[in-house]
């Protein structure tokens, strides 16, 4: 593309039929105790590594 | 929905239903502005034409063509055509253990009112703890990856209790094909070699509280007779670091109004050696004058534009930072089923206190209007209270559905929203523009850097 330089396709729509597995880490418990979020935890699905 | 911001020339369009992000030149970027999403044509529209003057037809109507491919390929103006399944019960595997409700220090914000919860100083007896560890065991059903929590207070005020809760789970393990991940959150004074060596083996991530600066720090974490924590704790914290190998930690320090200057706290502590940093916003009252208010905002939202640029800067030299509130992960972060529920409290998480209580998190604590149980009592908790947690996420707040920022907020804070508006579903406005404006930032960061390469 001239004018456009994708960063990322996004995977979004196709991760909900693969997710929901329930096993990743709960958000409150890795650092910060008084938010909320999830924009830089892992999937641990071992289906989906 | 799309999200479009430019920052430092870079012109970045966030496609919030796909999560795919791109960086468009000053002319599609233009042209984006003129498409009604609801009425997408194959053409480009005649006022394009006209009002972008400046530009030739023939780029203007190649840029336009360019967004229509991503609009035909799904990463742009897209829509949730699909159904995200939610429970109204889910299987408990994650609990905040209040080991200690009594504190070594005094600190100025402490939402926990000294560490008590305002229900008078106590250590959990081992007893309480086991069976919060059975009860985790039992409500967890299938789950396998089971979350501890050290909290308090200071938990270390019990490290006993600790190292034989620890002990016990372990014991556990695999007859209950259960695995245990350990964590705890501590101000550092009571760090010794036998915790610290105890802290590294045992805590998949440990939670160091410092705030930045000497001046900042010491003026708001005090110990009971007025003195400051810095010294202390600071040469602790670098020894446990030292000692870890590589497992994961955070130096985890709070703004508040005293210290909108922030971003100078996060690269201080960068230059005591720690590269795994979180500085939050103070959570408290509107009246307290340490407290967050909107008017300040515009200074903060600065400010993490700051950190940002620096963080970049210091990444380019080779150095490497990690602000925890920037990090981002836009190809393989966690499953949109994970991002619509949240922190889950109330429903995979509770708290449970030193008389054994039940809470849907350890900002609830003290609250008796949201007591669940006690695990002192059967495994048995409150269903309409975890229904209503349940029904508590990103596709059930009418605010959150129209946000950019849902599928990496998650929805927020319930807590947050129930001391502010009474309603853990109605979202606390400061924590989402601050929230906002960090994911703002960590993609940014992530198109810098992708330019860069
Ligand atoms: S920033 Fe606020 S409105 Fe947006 S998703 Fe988070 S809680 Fe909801
Ligand atoms: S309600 Fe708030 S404090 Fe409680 S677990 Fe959720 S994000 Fe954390």
């Keep these: 593309m001239k004018f456009v330089k994708t960063l990322t396709s996004g995977s979004l729509k196709s991760s909900a039929c693969k997710g929901g597995c329930g096993e990743c880490q709960t958000s409150c418990q890795s650092a910060c105790k008084t938010s909320c979020t999830v924009a830089n935890q892992k999937c641990e699905n071992e289906k989906n590594k | ?453």
Excluded: W
């Excluded at chain 2, 020894?239 to 210290?259: C, D, I, M, P, W």
């Excluded at chain 2, 407290?291 to 515009?298: S, Y």
């Excluded at chain 2, 940002?308 to 393989?332: C, P, S, V, Y």
């Excluded at chain 2, 609830?364 to 029904?391: H, L, P, Q």
């Design chain 2, 1 to 453: 929905m799309i999200h479009q911001y430019s920052r430092n020339g870079i012109n970045i369009v966030l496609d919030v239903e796909s999560g795919a992000v791109h960086i468009l030149d000053d002319l599609p970027y233009k042209i984006l502005t003129y498409i009604d999403e609801e009425n997408i044509a194959a053409e480009c529209p005649a006022i394009v034409y006209k009002e972008l003057t400046g530009y030739s037809d023939s780029d203007i109507s190649f840029a336009y063509s360019e967004l229509y491919s991503l609009y035909k390929k799904g990463m742009l103006f897209s829509k949730r055509d699909y159904n995200i399944p939610l429970q109204e019960e889910y299987p408990i595997k994650a609990l905040c253990l209040h080991i200690s409700h009594d504190c070594n220090l005094r600190c100025g914000y402490c939402f926990a009112d000294g560490g008590d919860f305002m229900q008078g100083r106590k250590i959990m007896p081992y007893e309480v703890a086991k069976a919060a560890i059975d009860f985790i065991v039992a409500r967890s059903g299938a789950r396998k990856h089971l979350e501890v929590d050290f909290f308090g207070g200071e938990p270390l005020m019990n490290f006993d209790v600790v190292k034989k809760t620890v002990k016990y789970a372990r014991s556990l393990e695999k007859e209950k094909n259960k695995e245990f991940r350990f964590t705890i959150t501590t101000n550092g004074l009571l760090l010794n070699d036998e915790i610290i060596d105890f802290i590294n083996s045992e805590m998949g991530n440990v939670v160091l509280s410092l705030d930045g600066r000497k001046k900042v720090n010491d003026s708001v974490r005090k110990t009971p007779n007025g003195k400051g924590s810095y010294d202390i704790i600071v040469p602790a914290f670098r020894e446990l670091v030292k000692k870890r190998g590589g497992k994961e930690y955070y130096v985890r320090g709070t703004f508040t109004a005293q210290n909108l200057d922030f971003s100078k706290d996060v690269i201080h502590i960068h230059s005591l050696g720690f590269d795994q940093v979180s500085v939050e916003p103070v959570v408290l009252d509107k009246d307290n004058p340490m407290a967050i208010k909107k008017e300040m905002l515009p200074v903060i939202f600065k400010e993490y534009d700051e950190l940002a640029d620096k963080l970049i800067t210091l990444r380019k030299k080779g150095d490497f930072l990690n602000f925890f509130h920037f990090m981002i992960d836009l190809e393989q972060g966690p499953c949109v089923i994970k991002r619509v529920k949240g922190c889950g409290s109330g429903t995979e998480y509770v708290a449970v206190t030193p008389d054994g209580d039940i809470y849907p998190c350890h900002r609830f604590v003290g609250n008796s209007r949201f007591i669940m149980g006690n695990v002192m009592n059967g495994f048995d908790t409150d269903k309409k209270i975890s229904a209503e947690f349940a029904e508590c996420n990103v596709l059930t707040k009418p605010e959150c559905e129209k946000c950019f920022a849902k599928y990496y907020c998650s929805g927020g804070c319930a807590a947050n929203n129930f001391n502010e508006n009474g309603d853990i579903k109605k979202p606390h406005e400061i924590s989402c523009e601050l929230e906002k404006k960090r994911i703002e930032n960590a993609i940014y960061i992530k198109a810098v850097e992708a330019l860069q390469k």
